[in-house]
C-alpha cells in the first residue's frame, strides 16, 4: 500500500498541483478506498495507440481478482505479510507480489529480477526498448517512470532514468477519475 500511496502522491507532485483526497466511504460495513482528484492539468485516461489496448492483467492477475482467484492462479505465496496501518495483505511471489485488501486485489508489482512480464495475453520483455515497443506511447512521463492508463486501470513502468533499466512494473487503480 506505500508503494501505491507513494505512487499516487508522486503523480499528483508530478500533474503540478496538488490534490483532494475525500474521505472514505463506508457503506453496508465495507470501507471503500479513498477517492484521489488529481489537479485538472493531468486530463483523462485514454486508449493510446499503443500495441497492447487494455491494461487489464499484469502476470494473470487484475484488480478484480479476490485473495481466493489470486491463489488459485498463482498457488501459495512464498511468503504472506501483514500491513496492520494499511490493511494490506502482501502475497509474495517469485519475481512478484500481490497486494489484497478486503479480499480483492488492490495492486500487482512485478519486480525487475523477471525476465519478463505479461500484459493482457502479451509477453514482454523486461527491457525499455521491448516495453517501449509493446505498450507504445505513455500516456505521461513521471520523474520515476512511465505510466500507462485505461479506464480506471494504470500500469506503471519504474524506470531508472540514468540507467534505462526497468525497476519494476505495477497495476493499480487510478483513482484520479
Do not use: C
Not at 466511504?25 to 488529481?38: E, K
Not at 499484469?58 to 505465496?77: F, H, Q, Y
Amino acid at each position: 500500500m506505500w508503494n501505491v500511496t507513494l505512487l499516487m502522491v508522486g503523480l499528483l507532485i508530478y500533474s503540478g498541483g496538488g490534490g483532494v483526497v475525500s474521505e472514505p466511504q463506508h457503506t453496508a460495513g465495507i470501507s471503500q478506498p479513498p477517492i484521489i482528484l488529481a489537479a485538472s492539468d493531468v486530463g483523462q485516461a485514454h486508449i493510446s495507440d499503443n500495441s497492447v489496448e487494455s491494461y487489464g492483467t499484469l502476470n494473470g492477475i487484475s484488480l478484480t481478482d479476490s485473495k481466493k482467484d489470486v491463489i488459485r492462479k498463482l498457488g501459495t505465496p512464498a511468503r504472506t505479510e501483514q500491513e496492520d496501518l494499511s490493511g494490506i495483505t502482501k502475497l509474495h511471489y517469485k519475481d512478484m507480489e500481490v497486494g489484497v485488501r478486503n479480499g480483492y486485489t488492490e495492486y500487482v508489482h512485478v519486480k525487475p529480477s523477471a525476465d519478463s512480464f505479461q500484459v493482457e495475453d502479451q509477453s514482454i520483455g523486461m527491457t525499455t526498448e521491448r516495453v517501449r515497443a509493446s505498450l507504445g506511447k505513455p500516456y505521461f512521463k513521471a520523474e520515476d517512470g512511465d505510466v500507462y492508463l485505461e479506464n480506471q486501470n494504470a500500469l506503471k513502468v519504474y524506470v531508472d532514468r540514468d540507467t534505462g533499466q526497468i525497476e519494476g512494473i505495477d497495476l493499480f487503480f487510478d483513482y484520479s477519475q
